[in-house]
């Protein structure tokens, strides 16, 4: 606590709004990182990336996609994220981000990605088809697809499948 400053404070000049934690988040609205996670199917050639959205504070996951490495398919992100009412969005800095953000929800940083780049590292530690060098490796996109959404649907969704 700042003493210096409380004891130069008129109580005339102080305003104090109580509210539930809910109520506060839902004033400031939701916060959200964006990234973008590679592996491949079948050889390196044929990268598959995994496009996911968390949400900045808690870090629950909030929707993902799966495709190449193109706005198209951070398009679909975009549309699944709509529901929740995003307000601020903290990404890497892809191209994609810059072009369909709009600049003034946009914050360009690694400072404020931390939670879904340790998202990443779980992933990669967990799924064995994630890691960049390995021998195990979807032979199809299905299957790809399937394994890492399955895992995502359960441990990040609690839905057993």
Known sequence: MNHAVLQNLHPE?????????????QR???????????????KKAEP??????????????LAYVFGR??????????TLLEPFGITRFYT???????RHIDPEQHHVGKE??????????????RIKRLVRR???????ITMHDLVIGLFINRYEFGVAL
């Open 13 to 25: 000049h102080v305003e104090v709004e109580i509210c539930r934690a809910e109520e506060l988040a």
């Open 28 to 42: 400031r609205g939701l916060t959200s990182e964006l990234d973008e996670m590679w592996s491949y199917v079948g």
């Open 48 to 61: 598959r990336w995994l496009w996911h959205a968390i949400d900045h504070h808690s870090g629950t996951v």
């Open 69 to 78: 490495r193109k706005d198209a398919v951070f398009l679909q992100l975009q």
């Open 92 to 98: 890497d800095g892809w191209g994609a981000y810059e």
């Open 112 to 125: 404020n990605t931390q939670k879904i780049e340790s998202k990443h590292i779980n992933l990669r530690t």
């Open 134 to 140: 390995t021998i195990c490796f979807s032979k199809t």
